[in-house]
């Protein structure tokens, strides 16, 4: 969609003073764009090359090795149905088939009113509450179709404020005052490490 | 670490290679010893050349260390005192083989289709190492089949085996990662971002260290297959760098040029424009028979000897009204032959440059330096000169490795940021006409800005020339819009302050060097006073050597006044150019690629030309061409072969004493010319006017991709040649109030045109730019006769 806006340069600039080189803010800035569109738009990715002093086709070499950075637009709720062995011993699967009649969409897909985004994945590591799935990365467990159908309709509702809409990141942000920082080098300015000179022949 | 103690330092390392005791160098690489001592282990991603990655596992190895063996990928060894070494043992050989059951899983067997097939890495070790056969009888990944990664290259990801040799090449070595691996897993591939291609100027080497058939040039793609092909060496000629060249043709036609890896200059590296630019070689408007004027003035095909002859009477006159430009394209040994002839004719207006170079006392007159010593690790270089990526650019492999990895510092005495500034230790981007001012102030110190450059930059660049550190100083031509005695003076001015400075000749065109050490040097000022004389009734005959002086000489009003007011121009050329539409009598040379000579590069280091093909139609070797207008002339050089040319250039050049250049063919790296120079240059004195207040300092320098002929006639390069813009600093833009990409007028002391304005953040304030021989307009029409150009630049319709 786009670039970032005005407030998220800002804020931008704040993360990249965090770090001795610029480009250690590549992964942070990704999350602030998926926070702003709910996905890491093209444009996005070119802005935060320029903000990082590196060439887009970096950006996207990182942004691509994370799954959870997603390139295209996805539903407000991305849904996540396990089928790994634990839930579909106890209906995961029939789970996932239920969520693709009703919502009417395959894996991968998202409703035509962008509100639902599905995907079949693997173990999220809650398999004593099989058959389970998350929303936007927030676990719901042990449910029933049913379960499942009113889960949606809450969410169409506005019911579950709990659940923020995709990429939001934390509500809690953290502003750190530039006299509060630990020291901030950059490791060429570091000199030897200790360990690494330890372990050097001692010179005659 | 107490048996190393132990050893003395003189001897190398220990080591044990299949059941064989050697020794390897001190931090040897393991597969780099093994290489040298004639065990050659498989291997995909390890180039000599790049970081080792470990990447493709091809190159396992049994090594024990002393807590048993196991499978270590020799690339990332080092070889330690008493390892033991198995390249041949069963589970060396078992894990080979398991790579490349693996490898082959993904990869095509496309072969007999495949540009590679025939010369491919994977195809070769498959055979030798491999196991014959796959047991993998699912669906092969799919991709789409080629998509251009740029203008030049095409990537098949299928074909890909990910050895990270392009995206490392494109990182490390070019410093333009515009390739990346995307995506991860089995879905791994490498690719561009969207609408950002692999526009490096260096991108044809991914083709050419590509292990497998995933990448491949355009200009190359299904137009021959590798047993085909027969090669030779020979040297890049496309600029004064002298890049190692294998040159291979098909059926008598140039198809590749392929890096040969030389230690002291290209490392194996090419820039596109060496790479492609024999394809110019091919083009359809050679020059192909000798051409005199009829009656009417118009052009008719002659036979060799009376064209020979109309050469030499127009030689044969009064030899101070008779003009010489050109002879830097020309190998050395045809160099020779025309200064001979000049010489016995008497002839001294002679200029091998065309008014867009140096004085070539900066090479005669200045300690000469080589590129290793400009790339030694502890040195300082400075750049008074033209950005090397866009004149140079394998020269600029070379200082890109040395200031990024080898920690040389680098000092930037130039009008805008070149390729190289981001590693800069200083960066004096001086406006253009003060080079010489700041370089003087680099030793007195400054309070304020000079020339536009912060006393601070000033402070770094005379504690770096101040270390004791050896200084090189690459000099060039940094702006066409200034004078040249600007950068002899900074040089001069520099030479002041660090007395053992040595200098490395940044003289872009050819063979220039070769032409300087020969003698088509000027006498007075250059090609500038051959065509005011011109101008002015004192020479009314013209002899170009390979040389346009209508498209190449930056003063353009003057060339065309000159060409107007002479009666006979003879031009000595490849292709159909703008001078040799003006000319009476046109002798068709042979191009690149065609003759055997040799060249002489930056350093006064010799190679190799070699020829490959024939030339097209009665085309001629230059020493040819010089012999036998010689003879029509009255003058015999008494030279009947190559070989014979050679035996007298031995004999009667100095600098070539004791260089056999018959030998030179299969060495590595080239001789050197003999002499060394005691510095001998004096300081010019320039006096450039201030800038008046609405005034913008004009810039005028070359890129990569211009609308030079060569560039022009390469089908695969033409469209690459950058269109006509003015630029400046984006500061700028805004205080003109016009955005990026609008129309402005720029009008200059002869006139105005108009061109697009663009925003470029290298430029420093105060300084427009327009690029020489660009398509739509060019430069030179801007350049007059002062030592510099202000021009001012306004909105159109205001």
Not at chain 2, 148 to 159: A, F, G, H, Q, T
Not at chain 2, 469 to 481: D, H, I, S
């Amino acid at each position: 969609m786009s670039r970032l806006n005005p407030a998220n340069v800002t804020l931008a600039h704040e993360i990249i003073s965090h770090y001795p080189k610029k480009k250690s803010a590549l992964i942070p800035l990704l999350h602030l764009a998926q926070e702003q569109d709910g996905y890491v738009a093209d444009d996005a990715m070119e802005h935060i090359a320029e903000l990082v002093e590196v060439t887009p086709a970096e950006v996207l070499g990182t942004c691509s090795f994370y799954e959870m950075f997603k390139r295209h637009p996805v539903g407000t709720y991305m849904i996540n149905v396990c089928t790994n062995i634990a839930c579909q011993l106890m209906g995961g699967e029939e789970l996932l088939h239920h969520a693709e009649e009703t919502l009417g969409i395959r894996p991968g897909g998202t409703t035509d009113d962008g509100l639902f985004t599905l995907e079949d994945v693997e173990c999220i590591a809650a398999c004593t509450e099989a058959p389970c799935l998350q929303v936007n990365y927030r676990h719901e467990y042990r449910l029933s179709t049913d379960d499942f159908d009113a889960l949606v309709a809450d969410l169409r509702s506005g019911k579950r404020s709990d659940i923020p809409a995709h990429g939001t990141l934390g509500t809690v942000r953290q502003h750190i005052p530039a006299d509060r920082r630990a020291g901030i080098r950059h490791p060429d300015d570091e000199g030897t490490p200790a360990w690494f000179a330890s372990r050097q022949p001692a010179e005659s | 670490m107490t048996a190393t103690e132990e050893t003395p330092t003189t001897t190398g390392v220990p080591f044990t290679l299949n059941g064989v005791e050697l020794e390897a160098h001190e931090g040897e690489n393991l597969i780099d010893a093994c290489d040298r001592l004639g065990v050659h282990i498989p291997r995909f991603c390890y180039h000599p050349r790049m970081t080792p990655v470990g990447m493709c596992r091809m190159c396992l190895v049994e090594i024990d260390t002393g807590r048993g063996p196991a499978l270590q990928p020799s690339c990332m060894m080092t070889v330690s005192p008493n390892m033991v070494v198995n390249t041949e043992s069963e589970a060396t050989v078992k894990a080979q083989d398991g790579v490349l059951e693996l490898l082959l899983i993904n990869h095509p067997l496309d072969c007999p289709v495949c540009d590679k097939g025939g010369e491919c890495p994977l195809q070769d070790n498959a055979y030798a190492f491999g196991p014959g056969e796959s047991r993998f009888v699912e669906e092969k990944r799919h991709y789409e089949k080629p998509i251009p990664i740029s203008d030049l290259v095409y990537l098949d990801r299928e074909r890909c085996i990910l050895c990270d040799r392009c995206t490392r090449f494109a990182d490390e070595v070019a410093g333009d990662p515009l390739i990346h691996f995307v995506d991860r897993g089995a879905q791994t591939q490498v690719n561009t971002f969207p609408d950002h291609p692999f526009s490096s100027y260096f991108s044809g080497n991914t083709v050419q260290i590509c292990p497998v058939g995933a990448l491949t040039a355009k200009p190359y793609r299904f137009k021959a297959r590798p047993w085909d092909l027969t090669g030779v060496e020979s040297t890049a000629a496309v600029d004064s760098t002298g890049a190692r060249v294998a040159v291979q043709s098909s059926q008598n036609r140039l198809v590749r040029v392929l890096g040969v890896d030389s230690d002291a200059v290209n490392w194996g590296w090419l820039s596109d424009k060496e790479r492609f630019i024999h394809e110019a070689t091919d083009a359809e408007d050679r020059l192909t028979d000798p051409l005199t004027r009829d009656a009417n003035g118009e052009f008719v095909v002659r036979r060799w000897v009376d064209a020979n002859r109309a050469a030499g009477e127009a030689l044969s006159g009064d030899a101070d009204r008779i003009g010489v430009i050109g002879g830097a394209r020309l190998p050395l040994e045809a160099q020779f032959l025309w200064a001979r002839l000049l010489e016995a004719k008497g002839i001294t207006n002679v200029d091998a440059q065309l008014g867009d170079g140096l004085d070539p006392a900066i090479v005669s007159g200045a300690p000469r330096a080589t590129i290793e010593r400009a790339c030694n690790p502890g040195g300082v270089v400075v750049l008074l000169g033209a950005d090397p990526k866009e004149e140079l650019p394998s020269l600029f492999l070379r200082l890109r490795h040395a200031v990024a990895e080898d920690g040389v510092k680098l000092i930037e005495l130039t009008p805008r940021a070149s390729g190289l500034s981001s590693y800069a230790k200083a960066r004096l981007h001086a406006l253009p006409g003060t080079a010489a001012e700041v370089a003087a102030a680099i030793s007195t110190g400054a309070s304020a800005a000079v020339g536009g450059v912060d006393a601070a930059e000033l402070a770094k660049a005379a504690e770096l020339l101040g270390s004791g550190a050896p200084v090189t100083v690459l000099v060039g031509r940094a702006n066409l819009a200034e004078s040249p005695d600007v950068t002899v003076a900074a040089l001069s001015a520099l030479h002041d302050l660090v007395p053992d400075l040595a200098v490395l000749s940044g003289l872009r065109r050819g063979n220039v060097h070769g032409a300087i050490e020969m003698g088509l040097t000027p006498n007075a000022d250059g090609t500038e006073a051959i065509l005011t004389a011109a101008v002015d009734g004192r020479i009314d005959t013209l002899v170009l050597l390979g040389a346009d002086p209508m498209a190449d000489v930056p003063n353009r009003d003057l060339a065309e006044a000159a060409f107007a007011a002479v009666s006979t121009v003879v031009s000595v050329d490849t292709f159909n150019t703008a001078s040799t539409a003006r000319a009476d009598v046109v002798l068709p040379a042979a191009a690149w690629g065609e003759v055997d000579g040799t060249f002489c590069n930056l350093e006064g280091r010799l190679s190799p030309l070699a020829a490959k093909v024939t030339a097209p139609g009665q085309a001629r070797a230059d020493w040819i061409i010089a012999a036998e207008v010689a003879a029509a002339a009255g003058v015999d050089l008494e030279v009947t072969t190559l070989g014979e040319t050679r035996a007298r250039m031995s004999a009667e050049v100095d600098a070539l004493a004791g260089i056999d250049l018959d030998a030179l063919e299969g060495e590595a790296d080239g001789p050197l010319l003999a002499g060394d120079h005691a510095w001998s240059l004096s300081a010019p004195s320039v006096s450039v006017p201030p800038v008046d207040g609405y005034g913008l300092r004009l810039l005028v320098d070359r890129t990569l991709w211009d609308e030079g002929t060569m560039v022009h006639h390469a089908p695969s390069l033409a469209h690459l040649a950058t269109t006509a813009s003015v630029s400046v600093a984006p500061g700028v833009l805004d205080r003109l109030g016009v955005a990026a990409g609008d129309t402005v007028s720029v009008g200059h002391a002869n006139g105005s045109i108009e061109l697009p304005i663009k925003a470029d953040g290298r430029l420093p304030e105060g300084v427009a730019r327009v690029p020489y021989r660009a398509n739509g307009f060019d430069a030179g029409a801007l350049i007059g006769d002062g030592p510099v150009v202000d021009v001012r630049i306004d909105r159109v319709g205001s």
